[in-house]
């Protein structure tokens, strides 16, 4: 396809610039494709084919940084952080992150690290990095309502646990965290129901069960 930046009115704009953005992506410029993206968004804040392309481009990105990173090296992380070894993981963790500035998987566990030894502001640094290179990285919007949460920032972290169900709607674990940030609202209706979905998804759930059953939501 042979296109150029053309001079004329909006709708040009946008669909050279698209147009321009889609060459440069099949050759593999995909720095040049995302600007080109980037400047049709900037005139066009509302155009759903850039956006959803620019998407596609950065989490591709992502994907291919994640794999920079052996499977060895991501489950002696994982070990480390599950046995409560936190400073020792998030020390490796930071190390790894200078030779992989961008990669999701270790600002996660980067910001899970911090949130365990209670550094709330970093671990909600470390996971809104990890959501700019990857933003339809489920786990990481769940992870970042928690610490919101834990910093009493509920409307935040409310939309949060909803941009993870956006993306994986049977996630059970952020229907329970989504009903926790109801309850704490005050808004029991909505909690109960959050829970009870979180239920139908995964009925041996005991936390969200203990949610469920709670006095207050009788």
Request: with cysteine; charged share 20%.
């Amino acid at each position: 396809m042979i296109c150029w930046w053309i001079y004329g009115t909006k709708d040009d704009y946008s669909r050279s610039g698209t147009c321009l953005a889609k060459n440069h992506a099949k050759k593999g410029d995909v720095e040049k494709a995302q600007q080109f993206y980037a400047m049709v968004l900037a005139m066009f804040p509302q155009n759903k084919m850039a956006k959803k392309e620019l998407k596609a481009l950065q989490n591709d990105a992502a994907r291919k940084s994640q794999s920079s990173l052996t499977q060895l090296q991501k489950d002696h992380l994982i070990a480390l952080y599950s046995s409560g070894k936190l400073k020792e993981a998030s020390s490796e963790a930071r190390l790894l992150s200078q030779a992989y500035p961008n990669n999701p998987f270790l600002q996660n566990i980067l910001g899970a690290c911090y949130a365990g030894l209670g550094h709330l502001n970093a671990a909600v640094v470390s996971y809104r990095r990890a959501l700019e290179v990857m933003p339809d990285f489920a786990e990481v919007h769940n992870n970042l309502g928690v610490a919101l949460v834990d910093l009493g920032q509920l409307d935040t972290a409310i939309a949060s646990y909803q941009l993870a169900l956006e993306i994986i709607p049977d996630y059970a674990e952020a229907h329970n965290n989504l009903g926790v940030a109801f309850k704490n609202l005050g808004q029991l209706e909505a909690a109960f129901a959050s829970y009870h979905r979180a239920l139908e998804i995964k009925p041996d759930y005991a936390e969200a069960y203990n949610n469920f059953r709670a006095p207050d939501l009788a």
